[in-house]
């Protein structure tokens, strides 16, 4: 009963958050997980008996679940990927601002904490593109590559003036044991 109602769910659809909540469920309840690779080369997936009656099957595959579900494999690796999405950027995604793949590419190239600052860091009263987004993580590598390259600088020009100090401390000395 709860597969079913379930799933009828996710045909109906929803926000992208919910519908990757309603693949993790199916998934709990099939008793999907990953395993080692199999022989067609993808991962095998072992649905545990709930009961001798059950009329769910013995075993089921994410395959499976996506075929039932009308959706490919992908699609539905990335409605789990979006189940995780923080809610600042699921409101973005529920307003259309942002889409699911834009969703999911700053969820694949940004921390949690880096989402927040491009969220509060965006105009989100227009519709966002995965080209600015792109624009965005681009310039944030360039200026971390930057940052980095600058506290190289700065550790160099630390060591010439612990260098240099030396030089004047051991000037001075020498002048204070010259005789006058």
Known sequence: LLESNIRRRGEIGG?????GK???????????????????GSNQYIKKELEP???VE????QSDLAAQMGISVDTLQNYKLLAEMIPELSDLVDTG????????????E???????????????TKKITGRQIQE?????????????KNNSIISALNNQVDELDNQ?????RELEERPI
């Open 53 to 55: 009656n059950s009329s």
């Open 15 to 19: 926000s992208a958050k919910k519908v």
């Open 110 to 124: 940004l921390s949690e904490e880096e989402q927040l600052k491009l969220i509060d860091s965006l105009d989100t």
């Open 136 to 148: 965005y993580i681009s310039k944030n590598k360039e200026l971390e590559e930057q940052k980095e």
């Open 58 to 61: 013995a075993k089921k595959s």
């Open 97 to 108: 601002i942002v889409t699911k793949t834009t969703a999911l590419a700053i969820m694949k």
């Open 22 to 40: 309603r693949i993790k469920e199916l998934e709990r309840l099939y008793g999907i997980r990953e395993g080692s690779a199999g022989g067609n």
């Open 168 to 172: 004047v401390s051991s000037l001075t």
